[in-house]
């Protein structure tokens, strides 16, 4: 074979994964619009006041005849998708690794949720349980479809690549949620010349994130392709027998496992952060909705910057530190958090742009780093397990904030017990050798890492 052929070869080989790349990157675009205005900002303070319009007397609910204080029973039905996630969620990594068809499992997960997402218009009056109801079907289609999404990583980008790919993702979609978040804006404040009320506004802009989610899911669907599935490759096993299955496979690699139970402390904080800031925002510091739009906006455009920012950093100090760094200042924050005085949006403001800094970095570089310590041919069901860290086992902080608010009336009380979270993720994440874990995992150590 010539030079010329191998050459024009390799050149078509690094377009075809650019391509890949730029579809990828879309599905950050699509689905982080849910997480967004539907998970941070719209969804948790109305679906709070629909359920305090459905309680009784005393500021309770009774879903399935157990009595809920109706502020906490949004925290709760995030705490009981993820844990619906635990199920689903190995049975489809496990699918994609073995049959080699991510692309019709990634659909199928993704235009679920936006489905979900779309009937939320239908919430009003009194309707709380049909609001839980699509929240726990979209967070656990959210977050099946993250774990097709997160391993074609180690597929499209080669390990040099990674930590850049993985924050480019998560900037697009931190772009997205900036771009809806505005339009959000607009309906929401100028509602009485749309001629909606306030509570058809909110509904709009729920449902409006469902149909952005679908149709530009068809980008990545179009680009992205399949892989065969690896030799010897068997049927999938189902829920709990295949998440056991994967942890023994990990128990062989225990560096590995290691920083999978740092990562989901941690992120158990982060995610928890993400779906109680507008409650803790519009129910503890009494700001206006406009204001919760606002400070989420704040957040988006700073997590754009902040991403690629964290995502240089990593190149110079590596990744692991750069984690390290942002754990530190997360906890920092959300001390910061509990001190808030009621009624100031400025210090609201403030406390949004340390979130937006250090939020989006975070999670790209905890993506891109666990990425290196997978074995090749095992990219979806190790991020199936990945991916529980990331959504799917991040119910203990949703689940302590709702408790905590529950036995003491406070959300003061609640968002600082989250400080514990990033606490222990710190000290559990430095304790571990991440060279040492990426060459025992069979895969090349970058020169920085």
Not at 56 to 69: N, S, W
Not at 116 to 145: C, E, H, I
């Amino acid at each position: 074979m010539g030079t010329d052929t191998v050459r024009a070869r390799a050149t078509d080989e690094v377009a075809e994964r650019r391509r890949e790349q730029h579809g990828w990157y879309f599905y950050d675009w699509a689905c982080s619009v849910y997480s967004t205005s539907v998970l941070t900002v719209f969804l948790g303070p109305y679906l709070t006041a629909v359920a305090k319009h459905a309680a009784d007397a005393d500021g309770f609910v009774h879903p399935l005849g157990i009595p809920i204080r109706a502020g906490s029973f949004f925290a709760y039905a995030v705490s009981a998708s993820v844990i619906l996630s635990i199920f689903v969620m190995p049975m489809a990594g496990a699918a994609a690794d073995r049959t080699g068809r991510k692309k019709p499992l990634l659909a199928a997960s993704a235009y679920l949720g936006a489905a979900a997402t779309t009937g939320m218009f239908f919430l009003d009056g009194d309707r709380y349980l049909l609001g839980g109801l699509l929240l726990v079907v979209a967070n656990a289609s959210v977050a099946v479809s993250m774990v097709l999404y997160n391993s074609y990583l180690p597929q499209i980008a080669p390990p040099e690549e990674r930590d850049a790919v993985s924050s480019r993702g998560w900037a697009f979609g931190y772009a997205a949620g900036s771009l809806v978040l505005i339009a959000n804006l607009v309906l929401f404040t100028a509602h009485d010349s749309f001629g909606v009320s306030e509570s058809t506004a909110v509904r709009i802009c729920l449902a409006s994130a469902g149909v952005w989610w679908g149709a530009f899911t068809l980008v990545p669907l179009k680009r992205l392709r399949d892989r065969r599935a690896a030799p010897g490759a068997r049927a999938p096993a189902h829920g709990w027998r295949q998440l056991a299955a994967t942890v023994r496979d990990m128990r062989g690699k225990p560096l590995t496992l290691s920083f999978l139970f740092a990562y989901l402390v941690y992120n158990d904080g982060i995610q928890t952060v993400i779906s109680q800031a507008s409650v803790y925002g519009s129910e503890e510091l009494g700001l206006s909705q406009s204001t919760l739009i606002v400070a989420v906006l704040l957040v988006q455009v700073l997590a754009v910057g902040g991403a690629l920012g964290m995502g240089r950093l990593a190149r110079v100090y590596g990744a692991k530190r750069t984690i390290l760094g942002s754990l530190v200042a997360w906890t920092v924050t959300l001390a910061a958090g509990y001190f808030l005085p009621a009624g100031a949006p400025v210090w609201f403001f403030v406390l949004a742009a340390g979130i937006g800094l250090v939020l989006g970095g975070s999670q790209a570089l905890s993506r891109s780093l666990f990425s290196h310590l997978v074995p090749s041919g095992k990219e979806a069901e190790y991020f199936s397990a990945y991916e529980m860290s990331d959504r799917g086992m991040s119910w203990l902080g949703p689940l302590l904030f709702g408790l905590t608010y529950q036995l003491t009336g406070s959300y003061r009380d609640a968002i600082i017990s989250l400080v514990v979270f990033f606490v222990i993720g710190f000290a559990l994440l430095a304790r571990v050798p991440v060279g040492q874990a990426i060459r025992d995992a069979g895969n090349p150590v970058p020169d920085r890492i």
